[in-house]
Structure formats: C-alpha cells, structure tokens
C-alpha cells in the first residue's frame, strides 16, 4: 500500500489551540516531574513533608517549603531558575485552564453574537490571572 | 412474560410538552422492542408513531431511546434489557416532531456538508478505479454506517450545540477521506478543522458504545484529527 499524504489545512484557531491543549498538558506533567525529581536531589525525602513535596512539585514557590526543615532556602530553593520554572508552569497552566474554559463555553453558546465578547472576558481573565501569577514569583 | 413499557409521548396539536404514557404488553424474551411497539400501535393505541422501515438493523429508521441508551428498536431484544420494564424515548439534540419521531433535516445537513460521495477529477479508467484489498480495508470500519443518527444523538457536545457537525458525518467524511481512490481529502479536512468540527469532540466515547453497527467512532475521529495535523492518510 503506497503511503498518501494531503495538504494540511491552513491552521484554524480551533485546531492551534487543541494542539496547544496536548502540548501544554504534556509539559506540564513534565515540569511536575522535573521539580519533583530536583527536590528529591536536594535531599526533599528528609527535609519536606509529602503535602509540601507535593506543593513544591507543581508550583516550585520557596513559599511553599519555607515552614519546612529546610534551614536556608535561599540555598538550592529560591533561586531564578526556579522563578523561570514557576512562570512557565504559571504560563501553560493558566492558558491550559481557560482555554478549556473557552471550549466548554463555545460548546454551549457556539458561533453567536455573544462568542467575541465571551473570547475579550476570558482573554482579560487570563491576562489578570498572568499578571497576578508572575507578580507572586518574581516578589517572592 | 408481561412487559411494562413506559413511552415517552407528543402530540404537537394537542401537547405542550411531552408527557410518558404506560402499556402493558405481553411479549416474549425473544421479541424485539420493534415488535413491542408493533404490539401496542396495531392492539392498544393506534397513535403511537415511530419510525420503522426494513426491521432488520439495516436502514436505521427505528433508533430511539431505549432504557436511557440510543439503540434500534429492531435489533434490541427483551431479554437484552434485562428488565420487565421498558422506557422508550426519542432521540435527544433533533427537534421532535411527534412521539418517538424527530426532525432529521438538522442531522442530515451536517452529512452533507461534509461531502460524502466519491471526488476525482482524474479521467476515469477504462475499466474502473482498482484498490487493494489493503487500502479497502483502511476505511472498511466507516463504510458501514447506517445513518441512524443514534451516535450523533447520544454525543453531549451535539446535545449543548447543534452547530457541532457530530460523529455520524465525521464517520462518513473518514470513510472517502481514507479512500485511496478519492481526491476530496484536502476539502473534507479544512470542513473538519473548522469550529464546529473535530475539535469539538472531547472523546466522551458515548457514540462509540450507541453505534449499533459497532463502529469505532471515537477512533475515527481521531484519525481524522491525527490528518488534518499531519497530513498523512495511512
């Protein structure tokens, strides 16, 4: 069987955002992991309890370990590089939080008058939730 | 045995709403629900109406609601349901025009809009258009399709948003997008990847359990999903 092949659609809004979808969920998982790896590298298994690893795993913040044993945080735990890890985390989940939103509200309210209006307000959520997100990382 | 059947009812001259209306039939574990509702149309009332054609899970006019799942009343019996107590409903999504008979005119727009017929502009050949037994096989699954619309009718996100094209024209849009022989790929995927396409299946699987000809629905859709990403139809 010979293989065939077609030229792609030009990419719809629609079809950006579900690969989006797959691909911010997927690092997401994978920046999980790579914070909960590290932790476990900076001796976490002695020093964090699990609901704090946890914490820590999803949203690498030094406010989340400071009430822990970990005598210094700035040693290891509060760092830039885990301020660039938290926003991309903040990035891609909150963009992978309301673009879900969006979809679960288009799949009701579809193609209508109100869609635009429906796209402004999620889209000033989302830009309110970035700028609220990246001021907590870089303040703390 | 003796059957309870509880039928969901609309009369558009009369009712302002549906209301549910019981029978009480005597029927064996065998009989089929169609023979359930011949029962009680040609014996009881004579103003039931449904849909029914070929009685032999081929043509598709006889799919309803069955105990809250999409099925043909022609190809589901008693014994099957596993009660003495049957609730049979319309289909969910399509406007309903009396009883267990809905307004297919929505359903079959969204088919066609998805061109389901053979595209070639190439000069046909002298004798015909060959293909493997392979490349058959590639979309031997969505060739058979009955049109009942119980997939179409079973899917939530058709039930919140009718502009939504749903499985059953997905289905067939899959069975020519996969066919070696047609040249029509490229249209049928830019329809697709449009708003109220592929994406607006969130693979909830409802169609796929519904479909009474067991096609694997959620897989195709996901297939054309995987083209309009790659471009690839193997």
């Known amino acids: 069987m010979r293989s065939r092949t077609v030229s792609q659609p030009a990419m719809s809004f629609e079809y950006i955002m579900w690969m989006f979808t797959r691909i911010s969920g997927l690092a997401l998982l994978f920046l999980g992991f790579i914070g909960l790896v590290m932790a476990l590298i900076m001796n976490a298994r002695n020093l964090l309890d699990m609901p704090t690893l946890t914490r820590w795993t999803f949203f690498p913040n030094p406010n989340h370990v400071v009430n822990s044993n970990i005598p210094d945080v700035s040693q290891g735990w509060a760092n830039a590089y885990w301020q660039i890890m938290e926003m991309v985390i903040a990035l891609f989940g909150i963009s992978h939080g309301f673009n879900g939103l969006r979809v679960v509200i288009e799949d009701f309210i579809g193609n209508t008058f109100w869609q635009p209006m429906i796209r402004g307000v999620i889209f000033l959520m989302w830009l309110f939730f970035i700028i609220i997100a990246f001021y907590v990382i870089l303040a703390s | ?234």
């Open chain 2, 1 to 234: 045995m003796k059957v309870t059947v509880k039928i969901l009812r609309y009369n558009p001259e009369k009712d302002k709403r549906p209301r549910y209306r019981t029978y009480h039939v005597e029927a064996e574990p065998t009989d089929r629900v169609l023979d359930v509702l011949e029962k009680i149309k040609g014996y009881q009332d004579g103003s039931l109406s449904f849909r029914r054609s070929c009685a032999h899970g081929i043509c598709g006019s006889c799919a309803m609601r069955i105990n809250g799942m999409n099925r043909l009343a022609c190809k589901t019996l008693i014994k099957d349901l596993h009660s003495d107590k049957i609730v049979i409903e319309p289909l969910l999504g399509l406007p309903l025009m009396k009883d267990l008979i809905v307004d297919m005119k929505p359903f079959f727009e969204h088919y066609q809009s998805v061109k389901p017929y053979l595209i070639n502009d190439e000069p046909p050949p002298l004798t015909e258009r060959l293909q493997s037994p392979e490349e058959r096989e590639r979309f031997d699954d969505t060739t058979k399709c009955i049109l009942c619309a119980a997939c179409t009718t079973s899917c939530p996100s058709f039930w919140s948003n009718g502009q939504y094209v749903g499985p059953a024209a997905i289905v067939n849009a899959h069975r020519f997008i996969f066919d070696s022989r047609d040249r029509g790929a490229a249209e049928r995927l830019r329809i697709l990847s449009d708003q109220f396409g592929v994406y607006r299946c969130h693979t909830i699987f409802n169609c796929t359990l519904a479909c009474p000809r067991d096609i694997q629905i959620t897989k195709a859709i996901g297939e054309v999903k995987r083209a309009i990403a790659t471009g690839s139809l193997d």
